[in-house]
């Protein structure tokens, strides 16, 4: 196994941390196209809806994340959608094809999420999310914009995350990790060839991220997947900067997981070395971070050292 195939290329960019755009979350361009009704939209939620996937789910889009998907067609940032990939409690993801008929994830995020109070709570402590309105469509709009900030800041961090492609509404598309109808297995369901590696990847993904000034925040093997060698990381939605208020308790209940889990694989790992070990190797940043940062990109400089090498 080298580096490059558990993913460990390193992927530079230009100081991240300016990737949140102000949207206006009460009236979006879906909202326009849902209340306007045109007979386009109408027949292609009709196609939509009548679609074997949606049969079996009916109710679970409003007429508006309809929109959205219309929308992020018209936009050429997807064509067909496909079927589910997964059901859960505050989004469900599903395979599409891109305008090229390549594929792609959405990431459909219900307006009617059972837990937004705690989507509130990360987003209150979250500089650039400051200002926030508190119904759940804005709650849930902003949550959607910020996993695909998140994904950006981490990708530009060097941290294999699925591509961010576009976000609409409350919809979100990145690239899909594994093939059509065969979406990449999370750590947890597979057998870990050398887990002593896979271990150092993903601390090095932790590090990564923290130096970058983000933590996870619900990082576990059911947060990684699998995919030709590379482990790559998903699920960014509720990741937080290092300012937010519960950050160092959400660092420290990823380092618990992650060396746990790979503990238990047989790997020379343990929850404090891990979070002693990214404190001593990451440098996030102080200033930069600050919601100005973040807003207009005024940012200083990472420094990431050599990275790859050290893993
Ligand atoms: N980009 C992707 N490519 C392939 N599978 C994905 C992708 N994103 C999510 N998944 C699959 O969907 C599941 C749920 O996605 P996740 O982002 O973890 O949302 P949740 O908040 O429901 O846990 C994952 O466990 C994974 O199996
Ligand atoms: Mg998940």
């Known amino acids: ?61 409003d007429d508006a994340t309809y929109a ?47 837990n937004f109070q705690q989507m509130r709570a ?20 902003s949550w959607t914009r910020k996993e695909f900030s998140n994904l950006r800041r981490a990708k530009a961090a ?31 369901d597979v057998d870990i060839e050398n887990p002593q590696m896979a271990y150092e990847v993903v601390r090095e993904y932790v590090r990564r991220l923290y130096d970058a000034g983000l933590v996870h925040g619900d990082l576990s093997e059911y947060n990684v997947v699998v995919y030709e060698g590379e482990l790559v990381v998903i699920d960014v939605g509720q990741a937080v900067t290092i300012h937010h208020p519960n950050s160092a308790t959400f660092l420290e209940r990823d380092c618990r997981n992650v060396a746990n889990f790979f503990a238990r694989q047989g790997a020379d790992a343990d929850p404090d070395d891990l979070l002693s070990y990214v404190h001593e190797h990451a440098t996030p940043r102080a200033e930069a971070d600050t919601a100005a940062g973040d807003r207009d990109g005024t940012e200083g400089s990472l420094d990431r050292g050599s990275d790859a090498d050290d893993a």
Do not use: C, W
């Not at 990360?122 to 709009?141: H, I, M, N, Q």
């Open 1 to 61: 196994m080298t580096d490059d195939e558990y993913g460990l290329t390193e992927e530079t960019a230009g100081a991240p941390g300016d990737e949140f755009e102000e949207i206006d979350v009460r009236d979006t361009e879906a909202d326009k196209i849902a209340r306007t009704k045109d007979r386009e939209f109408a027949e292609f939620r009709k196609r939509l809806k009548d679609t074997e996937q949606f049969k079996l789910d009916d109710g679970a889009f």
């Open 68 to 114: 959205a998907i219309y929308k992020l067609v018209e936009d050429d940032h997807m064509g067909a959608m496909g079927g589910p990939i997964s059901t859960g409690k505050e989004a469900n993801v599903y395979e599409a094809l891109d305008a090229e008929g390549g594929d792609v994830a959405l990431k459909v995020y219900r307006i009617n999420a059972s």
């Open 122 to 141: 990360y987003l209150e402590g979250d500089p650039r999310f400051e200002g926030l309105r508190g119904d759940k469509k804005a709650v849930v709009l």
């Open 158 to 188: 060097g941290v294999r995350v699925p591509a961010p492609l576009a976000v609409q509404r409350n919809v979100l598309v990145m690239e899909l990790i594994g093939r059509e109808g065969d979406a990449a297995p999370t750590l947890s």
